[in-house]
């Protein structure tokens, strides 16, 4: 007669026991409690970066969402700075393909005159008094973005770029 086991229950358990299974269970329990506290301390929000750059006599300014989730409100404003104002109208030549990413809700100032061509938006404003002019989104990350987008915001000077800040956005699950 063969050597048969009692009952058919007698060797469950056994592989649940295991020193693998067990370091494997260890592992995802610590990973679930590290994810859960970079949630509590807030890692997993919006992000948000300011960029710098000067050329062109210009000083740009961009604030904007370095690391954002779907439906989530972020920050988004320009501001140029120029010594002595500005002489005339300012424009802002800003990369329609980061615009996917984004829901727009309204913009502060409205531009005088827009125009959109070779992928960038030019947006035309009047001369603000003093030397600083600030431009700003109200925007949110649209919902069901899984993927982020890459950007630039320039000053023109007539048909070229005085300053160039080029930026990335991350989303995060």
């Keep these: 007669m063969e050597n048969r086991p009692d009952s058919t229950l007698d060797d469950v358990g056994e592989v649940a026991r295991s020193k693998g299974v067990a370091r494997l269970r260890t592992t995802a329990a610590a990973l679930l409690v590290l994810v859960l506290v970079a949630g509590i301390l807030g890692f997993l929000g919006v992000r948000s970066s300011?960029?710098?750059?000067?050329?062109?006599?210009?000083?740009?300014?961009?604030?904007?969402?370095?690391?954002?989730?779907?439906?989530?409100?972020?920050?988004?404003?320009?501001?140029?700075?120029?010594?002595d104002g500005f002489d005339g109208e300012i424009v802002l030549a800003i990369d329609t393909s980061y615009f996917e990413i984004l829901e727009?809700?309204?913009?502060?100032?409205?531009?005088?005159?827009?125009?959109?061509?070779?992928?960038l938006a030019y947006l035309t404003f009047d001369p603000p008094p003093g030397d600083e002019f600030t431009f700003a989104l109200d925007v949110r990350i649209q919902a069901g973005r899984q993927w982020g987008e890459s950007g630039s915001v320039s000053v023109m000077d007539g048909e070229k770029s005085a300053v160039t800040i080029y930026f990335d956005t991350w989303l995060v699950p």
């Design 104 to 119: 727009m809700r309204g913009r502060l100032p409205e531009p005088s005159a827009e125009t959109a061509g070779d992928g």
């Design 50 to 83: 300011t960029a710098t750059a000067q050329g062109g006599g210009y000083e740009l300014d961009l604030t904007y969402p370095r690391i954002a989730r779907a439906g989530l409100d972020v920050p988004w404003k320009v501001t140029v700075h120029r010594e």
